[in-house]
């Protein structure tokens, strides 16, 4: 597995070219710390990282991410996305000593494969990208929701990591899924 | 002198096509619309978005869906993409009797519904125009197929409707355009269904959606949203079709922001004399004047209107001699079906988002002495299967990084799925009347007292149970049933309250869709309906209002209304 740990140069460089994503400008205070900015960023890079196709910071997903907490997020669910991404740096804390920001990408990677155990293992009651965030879910689940939701709906991975069509023209109903691309269709 | 010689009051589906069929026949026409414009084209203001460029990528705004639709956002397909489109429950709330919920989705705008229907269109066969009569549950109806038959061909020759011709008695075919695909897993379900009931039978579903071009109206082009607008015209509403037609003659006034009141009747030339309108925008009211009007506001907005048009001659509303204005209300039962997983075809694909879906017609109680269920009346599905795309696989897949990332290029194999909509009796007690509670214009809010019984119960019951072994014969795997409870009105298909009927002491309107009671009155959406079926009913509205169009016009001109 690729473990892509950023410098925080070269993160804050990956913010400012996504930051012309088309995400408008909310005149609202921000809902991050610019440590909690950062966590978000890193952690999103990691669940959608840079492949054959730009990864989660370059199609916009840390800005998008944090104004679904702001505009999306009911309080509560605010602050339960907040105590998780502390609950975060707890983790890496009683493993190593450390916050996650401070951790090696080996070391961050230990700590989140025991997360999505948990995350994969609990039965939410919805599970389609749109729903409302599930209370009781883990942590991990919900960022997920909101890092898979901001690619795959973003320009570049609507557009570069999926097929898009959005005027097919014509409907076939059997054609093999190596002849349509190799892709799915992002909507 | 009347202003106009005919008011139609609505302009969706059938306010539509009474505006098309009166101003052809040379009428000079006034529709009333509640709502606001909505034009062609440039009113579709969603249409083209891309994903990234949608409010919140299209997540719903809870917080405005909860305090602003509460009601309409439990409406398929409703979404912040079409949100526009649909009445605001805040703005113009209506009354549920306590412990009976009813949903009445609405639109608001020019078009009303027919910018968000599903498009679904099929004719009903005598099976249906005779239900009445044989189980002895509502009044019979006072015409047969081969009276509507007709008006099918009529309205289908113009909306366009694509379909596969089947030679079914029970679900007669229309004029079709070419039919769409069914996908190959469709057709796998399709081939082991029929294998195992010989009876039952999967086609593509009709839908009036262009696969040729007709007229200016370009065939679809498989972009997947229809309920944002279509510009090129490829599915039937007002706006693309019915609408044009109508300004082409010269003939047709459209006014909007204005919410029809009530009707004035005047007891000696037993006529409505004029038509009361409330502007939405600054309140003031207006009437005017017409030989004929047609109430095409959809059901219950017209039923409002009749149940508001109280006068000493009628106390109890315009045209309810009969008593039963407002009873016998009826939608269809929906939510209940089942969905699968369909395996073995994990390098299989499509090309296009098909705007349509495949359809099951109804097997039960065919009157044939072979089908009988444990209930009365039948039900038919609709369904489709999909490939699980990545908005549903994100939770199905463990991990993260560049293995989750490649997997969630791939969709995880496909599933089925298919929902009933069933008959509903029509029952005295399912009705709307109006409430004390006003609105923001001072009219009377309506009020619903509907519940479902037992006969539809057991035809929920049969619907699961049937779902859940079809799919089992069709070779699904993973099954699970959709079993909530049902909440009437969710269907959108609305039926009842002013029904059609020989018999004066026991119907509103004549075979003509005329009131019994008032010779230049005609009603024909779905408030006409003595009974419901279980096909979707759009159709129907149209070819009852052509063909009532046609009758009020040569009893106009032979000087009888």
């Known amino acids: ?187 | 002198m009347a202003d106009f010689d005919a008011i139609v009051v609505g302009s969706g589906i059938t306010g539509g096509w009474a505006a098309k069929e009166l101003t052809e026949r040379g009428l000079k026409v006034l529709m009333i619309e509640r709502g606001r414009p909505i034009e062609h084209r440039s009113g579709y203001t969603t249409e083209h978005l891309p994903p990234w460029e949608i409010p919140l990528r299209n997540f719903q705004d809870r917080q405005l869906n909860a305090s602003d639709y509460p009601i309409q956002s439990q409406a398929r397909g409703f979404d912040a993409t079409n949100r526009h489109f649909w009445n605001n429950d805040r703005e113009n709330p209506y009354v549920q009797a306590p412990g009976q919920p009813f949903n009445w989705l609405r639109a608001d705008g020019v078009g009303g519904r027919s910018l968000l229907w599903g498009r679904h269109c099929y004719r009903w066969s005598d099976l249906d125009f005779t239900a009445n009569k044989r189980d002895g549950h509502g009044n019979d109806w006072p015409i047969r197929y081969r009276d509507i038959e007709p008006w099918y061909s009529h309205v289908e020759r113009f909306i366009g409707i694509s379909g596969q011709a089947e030679g079914w008695a029970h679900l007669p075919d229309s004029v079709f355009q070419p039919p769409m695909q069914l996908n190959v897993v469709e057709k796998a379900f399709k081939t082991r269904l029929e294998a195992a009931y010989s009876k039952r039978r999967v086609t593509i579903g009709r839908v009036a959606n262009l696969t040729e071009p007709l007229d200016e109206r370009a065939s679809c082009h498989y972009c997947g949203p229809c309920q944002r607008g279509c510009s090129a015209g490829a599915y039937f509403s007002t706006q693309s079709s019915t609408l044009p037609a109508a300004m082409k003659t010269g003939r047709l006034t459209l006014i909007t922001h204005s919410v029809v009141e009530s009707l004035d009747y005047d007891p000696k030339s037993k006529r409505i004399s004029g038509v009361r309108v409330v502007n939405t925008q600054d309140k003031r009211r207006h009437k005017f004047t017409a030989k004929l009007v047609f109430l095409c506001a959809s059901t219950f907005a017209s039923l409002q209107v009749l149940l508001n048009s109280r006068s000493e001659s009628h106390p109890t509303g315009l045209a309810n001699s009969s008593g039963t204005l407002g009873r016998y209300i009826m939608d269809h039962l929906h939510g209940h079906g089942a969905t699968g997983t369909m395996p073995g075809f994990d390098n299989k694909y499509y090309v296009g988002n098909r705007p349509n879906t495949f359809y099951l017609p109804r097997f039960r109680n065919l009157d044939d002495g072979k089908t009988e269920a444990d209930f009365l009346r039948g039900y038919g599905f609709q369904g489709a299967a999909a490939p699980i795309d990545w908005s549903s696989n994100w939770q199905r897949m463990p991990g993260f990084g560049a293995d989750y990332k490649r997997a969630l290029r791939k969709p995880g194999g496909w599933r089925i799925f298919m929902l009933a909509f069933g008959e509903c009796l029509p029952y005295a007690d399912n009705r709307v009347s109006l409430d004390e509670k006003r609105d923001r214009f001072d009219i009377p809010q309506l009020r619903f007292e509907v519940t479902y019984r037992d006969n539809e119960r057991r035809m929920g019951e049969d619907i699961v149970r049937e779902s859940v072994a079809m799919f089992k014969a069709g070779g699904a795997t993973d099954i699970k049933p959709y079993t909530s409870a049902y909440t009437p009105g969710t269907s959108v298909h609305e039926f009842g309250g002013a029904r059609m009927g020989r018999d004066p002491r026991e119907s509103v309107l004549n075979e003509y869709n005329q009131a019994h009671d008032v010779a230049n009155l005609f009603v024909t959406d779905g408030a006409c309906m003595a009974s419901g079926s279980c096909v979707n009913p759009s159709l129907t509205f149209m070819a009852l209002t052509a063909r009532a169009a046609a009758y009020a016009v040569a009893e106009l001109q032979a000087n009888k209304i």
């Open chain 1, 1 to 187: 597995m690729m473990l892509a740990a950023l410098g925080a140069g070269q993160l804050l460089s990956r913010l400012a070219e996504a930051a012309d994503s088309s995400l408008p400008v909310s005149s609202s205070a921000a809902v991050f710390t610019e440590a909690q900015r950062q966590k978000v960023a890193q952690l999103a890079e990691i669940i959608l990282p840079s492949t054959d196709t730009p990864g989660a910071i370059a199609a916009g997903v840390p800005a998008f991410i944090e104004q679904m907490v702001r505009e999306w997020y009911t309080p509560a669910e605010r602050r339960s996305f907040l105590e998780g991404l502390d609950e975060l740096d707890r983790s890496c804390a009683t493993r190593y000593g450390k916050a996650f920001l401070e951790c090696t990408g080996q070391q961050r990677m230990v700590v989140l494969m025991e997360m999505d155990e948990q995350a994969h293992a609990y039965h939410s009651s919805g599970g389609r990208i749109f729903d409302a965030p599930d209370e009781h879910a883990p942590f991990l689940l919900k960022f997920k929701q909101l890092s898979v939701a901001g690619y795959y709906t973003s320009q570049i991975g609507a557009t570069q990591e999926l097929s898009y069509n959005p005027v097919p023209n014509r409907y076939e109903g059997d054609v093999d899924f190596a002849s349509a691309g190799g892709r799915q269709w992002s909507f």
